[in-house]
């Protein structure tokens, strides 16, 4: 069996080690976002392409849900002695490595699939992890300047760690995502699919962004398998992040409906068969199979439970 996942950040990256889990046999592919990318200290860092590559591969934070576990902050500590810019983002000393071998790799020509796969061979995640794209892409959003009240876009890292998406977003604008094209292996995994499953990532940075490299999603919706997605939002609030944050600048709704309503039915020209919902959510999406189910990744189990639920899904 052949499986691809849609996937950024703690959510999907979480969700992905269930799908492990619930098909161990399988070959499995995700597809991950890129627009959280972003250049700090002279070092290129992949925080999505991280966070999955850590946790699949038994080297992540758990209680944080992002780094190195066992990290230590002998380099930020460095860097905030001489006030080095920007202050708001830290680097840890462990996680910093993997930020230096990418660097040098892109540096020396190599397209950022060869560099994820380079920096896989030692994690061993058990899936292939694939960049959305080898062309750089950045989320920026539009807020108004606290200082001058007039609007300018910041990067999408200094928007949610700086100012913890206290800042209103009128509009999230991938920066380079018109020239970017789908990396290599992304148009062909979705040709030999057997299940393709969004997972519970943010709607509108992580899985949108994907979405928005040109002819990714006419790859997906081609795609022969079924396309079955897990809500994000359980009992009108979101799990993790800041999805409430981003959905109403998009006009969505903060709710399963909503955003079932936002992705659409692949029938009428949207991208999903199948949309699980927590069992208490109502949720009329028009001509999408919504299966209630347990939501929440609270255990190994429960994340294997949702992974298997969403594979099935993908069998009706």
Known sequence: MQIVVLAGGTGGARFLRGVRAAAPEAEITAV???GDDVTMHGLRICPDLDTVMYTLGGGIDEERGWGRAGESWTVKEELAAYDADPTWFGLGDRDLATHLVRTRMLDAGYPLSAVT????ARWQPGVTVLPMSDQRVETHVVVTDPDSGRPQAIHFQEWWVRHRAALDPAAFVQVGVDAARPAPGVVEAFAAADAVLLAPSNPVVSIGTVLGVPGLREALVASPARIAGVSPVVGGAVVRGMADRCLPAMGI??????????YGARSDGGLLDAWL???DDAADVPGVDVHPRPLMMSSPEATEALARAALDACTR
């Open 117 to 120: 796969a380079a920096l896989c």
């Open 277 to 279: 919902v927590a069992e």
């Open 32 to 34: 991950v976002n890129t």
């Open 253 to 262: 709704e903060v709710s399963a409906e909503g955003v079932g309503r936002h």
